[in-house]
């Protein structure tokens, strides 16, 4: 998916807005890459309502840095443990803690940002 919203030119340089381009409505989590390199990948993800199947745990080859930007969640750890985060709170997920999202607002989206880093 392109990432939305007004984009300006600085030089060589693009300036994106992380809170610009963000659906009105939307059925699934939407995805979008911002930078992807061989030991980085930073997403910007947008969530309304959506959880992980109660069935799933990601188990993630990267270690994964997260910030709510906006919004809440609460995600849940294999070994029992949960964790409630609110817009401006983050945690480090080290490579193989299973974890899975349990619930995000539904009233209005919540906006993550994701970076993925060996």
């Known amino acids: 998916m392109l990432f939305c919203g007004r984009t300006i030119r600085v030089g060589e340089k693009i ?3 992380i809170f610009e381009g963000i659906p009105d409505t939307q059925e699934q989590e939407i995805f979008q890459r911002l930078v ?3 030991h980085t990948k930073i997403e ?3 969530s309304r309502g ?3 199947p109660e069935s799933g745990w ?4 990267e270690n994964e840095w997260v910030i ?4 809440e969640a609460k995600l849940s750890f294999h070994d029992k443990t949960s964790v409630h985060l609110r817009t401006g709170d983050f945690i480090d997920i080290p490579s193989h803690k299973k974890h899975r999202v349990d619930w995000t607002t539904r009233d209005t989206e ?4 994701a970076v993925h880093y060996r």
């Open 15 to 17: 300036v994106k807005n």
């Open 36 to 38: 992807n390199t061989e």
């Open 44 to 46: 910007r993800i947008i």
């Open 50 to 52: 959506q959880k992980s």
């Open 58 to 61: 990601y188990d993630q080859e």
């Open 68 to 71: 709510v930007l906006k919004g």
């Open 110 to 113: 919540t906006i993550w940002l």
